[in-house]
């Protein structure tokens, strides 16, 4: 189940390929880079969801952080 929060939970796209459509949040991004694979911890706390494209794009607007200038 996806969750909805009012907290920007921040947006990393994990793939430059614009057609591979692959993202988790910032906590899911510091819990990899700590493991520095996909662990069978990590997969456990990532918890991943597929979505549709329109899903993807609205989810990527809502949690992304606005950049700095």
């Known amino acids: 189940m996806l969750l909805t929060t009012d907290r ?3 947006f ?3 793939s430059s390929d614009p057609n591979d459509l692959q ?3 910032d906590e899911c991004e510091q ?3 700590r493991d520095q694979a996909l ?3 990590f ?3 990532n918890d991943r969801k597929i979505v549709c494209d329109i899903c993807y794009a609205e989810i ?3 949690h992304s ?3 700095q200038a």
């Open 39 to 41: 662990t069978d911890e």
């Open 43 to 45: 997969e456990k706390f």
């Open 60 to 62: 990527r607007a809502r």
């Open 8 to 10: 920007v939970l921040g």
């Open 31 to 33: 819990f990899f880079l």
């Open 23 to 25: 993202a988790w949040c």
């Open 12 to 14: 990393v796209e994990n």
């Open 65 to 67: 952080k606005p950049q």
